[in-house]
């Protein structure tokens, strides 16, 4: 088991231009080039990639879904994920951090239906538009790899493109049911991910948003038909997965780590979300 899950920064890519903020290269290539990229890891950066060739899996936070043409990916950082490709997988991936985008376009970056939220699909099936995506990013390809006057600023128009085309087509095929309430199960869930280890009820989070309990409780069964505490516990699993998979910490090690006192009290909360044990878990990876 290794002790811990690689962080990657655009500086570690290949060909990567030093103070650079955005980074692009071919899927193909890329696999070739860097090793252990196929290994369990996340990124400090924003990520899509385009598929337009190939099969395989990807696995993003302990779900895996199909590889196939015309599938675009979104990274949020921090999330840790893997990949088996076929030999003949053909795309290309984008990066950039966060200050890039944000230079621009502000908070746009954090309303994206496909980032910052562990209840939505980092996937987009785009079989029925490939082309407009082919040539989108063909066309980022050639102004990043074309080293012409304002190159940055050019690039970023096609990063914009992509994310809002992408953006329009996830809505069309996972209609949101209200945006006010959409913009606050985003909100929510900005907060749960910088306050998960140390905020444990759901109460103290809807005071942050000038809501009461029963409110956010009733917004995220709407909008998610899930209430709000389970979308706390859910980030808690998800994170004690991280750490069971990625680290060599005890079981009783992460507990504390995540806020759990009572080793048998995390525990059983680990199974009552997971039906196995820390141990069961953690042993299923090594059969």
């Given at each position: 088991m290794s002790s811990s899950v690689p962080v990657y920064k655009l500086q570690a890519f290949p060909r990567h231009e030093p103070n650079a903020l955005f980074y692009m290269t071919r899927l193909?290539?890329?696999?070739?080039?860097?090793?252990?990229?196929?290994?369990?890891?996340?990124?400090?950066?924003?990520?899509?990639?385009?598929?337009?060739?190939?099969?395989?899996?990807?696995?993003?936070?302990?779900?895996?879904?199909?590889?196939?043409?015309?599938?675009?990916?979104?990274?949020?950082?921090?999330?840790?994920?893997?990949?088996?490709?076929?030999?003949?997988?053909?795309?290309?991936?984008?990066?950039?951090?966060?200050?890039?985008?944000?230079?621009?376009?502000?908070?746009?970056?954090?309303?994206?239906?496909?980032?910052?939220?562990?209840?939505h699909q980092p996937l987009l099936d785009v079989a029925s538009s490939p082309g407009l995506f082919q040539d989108l990013f063909r066309y980022a390809w050639q102004e990043y790899d074309a080293h012409l006057p304002n190159r940055s600023e050019v690039f970023l128009s096609f990063v914009h493109l992509i994310l809002e085309t992408a953006s329009r087509l996830y809505t069309e095929q996972r209609p949101i049911v209200d945006t006010n309430l959409y913009d606050r199960i985003r909100q929510y869930?900005?907060?749960?991910?910088?306050?998960?280890?140390?905020?444990?009820?759901?109460?103290?989070?809807?005071?942050?948003?000038?809501?009461?309990?029963?409110?956010?409780?009733?917004?995220?069964?709407?909008?998610?038909?899930?209430?709000?505490?389970?979308?706390?516990?859910?980030?808690?699993?998800?994170?004690?997965?991280?750490?069971?998979?990625?680290?060599?910490?005890?079981?009783?090690?992460?507990?504390?780590?995540?806020?759990?006192?009572?080793?048998?009290?995390f525990v059983r909360f680990f199974k009552k979300h997971t039906r196995q044990t820390p141990a069961e878990f953690r042993q299923a990876l090594l059969a």
């Open positions: 193909e290539k890329l696999v070739q080039e860097f090793k252990g990229i196929d290994k369990p890891h996340s990124h400090t950066f924003y990520l899509v990639m385009w598929i337009t060739h190939g099969s395989g899996t990807h696995t993003i936070d302990f779900k895996t879904y199909p590889v196939a043409a015309h599938q675009l990916y979104f990274l949020t950082p921090g999330q840790v994920h893997s990949w088996q490709l076929s030999a003949d997988i053909e795309g290309f991936n984008l990066f950039f951090e966060a200050n890039f985008f944000r230079s621009r376009f502000g908070s746009r970056l954090f309303q994206y239906p496909f980032y910052h939220s562990h209840q869930e900005e907060l749960l991910e910088r306050q998960f280890l140390t905020v444990r009820e759901v109460g103290q989070y809807a005071e942050q948003m000038n809501l009461t309990p029963n409110y956010l409780n009733h917004i995220c069964k709407k909008v998610l038909a899930k209430t709000a505490s389970q979308l706390l516990h859910e980030r808690q699993v998800i994170e004690a997965q991280r750490l069971l998979t990625h680290t060599g910490q005890s079981i009783k090690e992460i507990g504390f780590q995540l806020s759990f006192e009572d080793p048998s009290y």
